[in-house]
């Protein structure tokens, strides 16, 4: 190894040291190289903070969490229910966007799990299936029991067959009725607050209108939903 002679060093230190005038753009650049930092470094305090504030707030409360499930202003809502029925499973698109409010109260009677063993109590061929508690029938039922009507008139496609609606009776928070059409029906939405319509399974909804009846257009023997599942996507 070649020895270096110390001039030479200092000759070199003083090469590198050379250019002593510094510019004042890179004084500005580094202040501001300087100020960056110091706020990148304050605005994740600031974010971690939060976040273990929020943990700490998510943690204490979890009734919170519940409400923030249910909240439909919060998450995307499901778009489908799959109605299983003692004669099979039943699609229905549900209309978030033309009947926002009834279809947040079908989900969250879903959620609560309000149609599980409910009946299907009046089944009038080639008109309606209506399910709901029995015990809570109230100015709906008029309608239905007045019969399908004789002559059907002009038909708009929003009243065909296979649309899935609510009574427009004053609900309570406590009961959900459910009707299903079977057959167009003109002056539907008087009557029904339709939210959906069945897009799988209308050979089930046929089967359920088939069963015998009674005088009253109650079903001989029982047909009950087993559970309704909700989903995003089919
Ligand atoms: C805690 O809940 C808030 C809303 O209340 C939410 O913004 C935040 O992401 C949640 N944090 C955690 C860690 O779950
Ligand atoms: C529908 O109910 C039947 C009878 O309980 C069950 O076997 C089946 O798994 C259910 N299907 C769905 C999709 O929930
Ligand atoms: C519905 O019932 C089926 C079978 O009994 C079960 O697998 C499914 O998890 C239930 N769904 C809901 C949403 O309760």
């Known amino acids: 190894m070649a020895r270096i002679k110390p001039q030479t060093l200092l000759l070199q230190s003083k090469k590198k040291k050379g250019p002593t005038r510094i510019s004042v753009t890179t004084i500005l650049m580094c202040n501001l190289v ?23 707030e998510n943690e204490s ?34 209309y978030k966007e033309g009947s926002p409010e009834t279809v947040d109260k ?35 039922e008029d309608w239905t029991l007045k019969g399908k009507p004789h002559n059907q008139l002009a038909i708009s496609p929003k009243h ?15 009961g959900f009725d459910l009707f299903i059409t079977t057959a167009p029906i003109p002056d539907l939405n008087d009557k029904l607050i339709v939210f959906g319509r069945v ?17 009253h257009y109650q079903p001989k023997s029982p047909i009950g939903i087993i559970n309704v599942t909700l989903k995003h996507e089919i």
């Open 34 to 56: 300087v100020v960056l930092i110091v706020l990148s470094l304050v605005s994740t305090y600031r974010h971690w903070s939060q976040r273990s504030r929020n943990q700490a």
């Open 61 to 94: 409360s979890m009734t919170e969490d519940i409400d923030a499930f249910i909240d439909p202003k919060k998450f995307d809502l499901p778009g489908y229910a799959i109605i299983n029925t003692s004669k099979g499973l039943i699609t229905v698109e549900l």
């Open 106 to 140: 079908f989900l969250d009677f879903c959620q609560k799990g309000h149609f599980k063993g409910m009946h299907f109590h009046h089944v009038i061929k080639n008109y309606v299936i209506q399910g709901g508690d029995f015990q809570r029938l109230g100015a709906a």
């Open 160 to 174: 065909e067959a296979f649309m899935i609606g609510t009574s427009k009776a004053k609900h309570d928070n406590k």
């Open 199 to 215: 897009i799988k399974g209308e050979d089930v909804v046929q089967e359920i209108e088939e069963v015998d009846t009674d005088e």
